[in-house]
C-alpha cells in the first residue's frame, strides 16, 4: 500500500555530500520505522540506517557511522538520508524500505514490508 518517490541521487566527488529523500504517498507513513539499503554492482543488499517510526531511535551500519544521518519529517510523509565525507565505495543504488514499527532486524531485506524503486549515487573523482 506504501509507495515511496525517491530523489537526490547522483554523481558527487570523494568526499562530497549528498542528501537523499524518500517521499511516502500516504498518511499512515508515520506508523513505520524506514531503512535505508544499498546495493553495489555485484554485492548483496545491504543494511545501511533506519529510523522508527516517530523518529525516536535510529540505527546505522557501521562504515556509515559519523558520516550518514537518517531523518524524517512525518508532517511532510518523507524520510532523509544525508550523506557527508562520502567514499568510492559508498557508490550503489540507495534504496528506502517500510518496516512497522520499530528498526527490528534493520539490516535484513525480509524485515520490510514496502520499497522504493532506488536511486544512484556514484562516487568518483
Known amino acids: 500500500q506504501l509507495q515511496f518517490v525517491e530523489s537526490g541521487g547522483g554523481l558527487v566527488k570523494p568526499g562530497g555530500s549528498l542528501r537523499l529523500s524518500c517521499a511516502a504517498s500516504?498518511?499512515?507513513?508515520?506508523?513505520?520505522?524506514i531503512g535505508w539499503f544499498r546495493q553495489a554492482p555485484g554485492k548483496e543488499r545491504e543494511g545501511v540506517a533506519c529510523?522508527?517510526?516517530?523518529?525516536?531511535?535510529?540505527n546505522y551500519v557501521d562504515s556509515v557511522k559519523g558520516r550518514f544521518t537518517i531523518s524524517r519529517d512525518n508532517a511532510k510523509n518523507t524520510v532523509y538520508l544525508q550523506m557527508i565525507s562520502l567514499k568510492p565505495e559508498d557508490t550503489a543504488v540507495y534504496y528506502c524500505?517500510?518496516?512497522?514499527?520499530?528498526?527490528?532486524?534493520?539490516?535484513?531485506?525480509?524485515?520490510?514490508?514496502?520499497w522504493g524503486q532506488g536511486t544512484q549515487v556514484t562516487v568518483s573523482s
Open positions: 524500505a517500510a518496516t512497522n514499527p520499530m528498526c527490528m532486524n534493520y539490516d535484513r531485506i525480509g524485515s520490510y514490508d514496502y
Open positions: 500516504r498518511s499512515t507513513f508515520d506508523l513505520y520505522a
Open positions: 529510523i522508527s517510526s516517530s523518529g525516536g531511535s535510529t
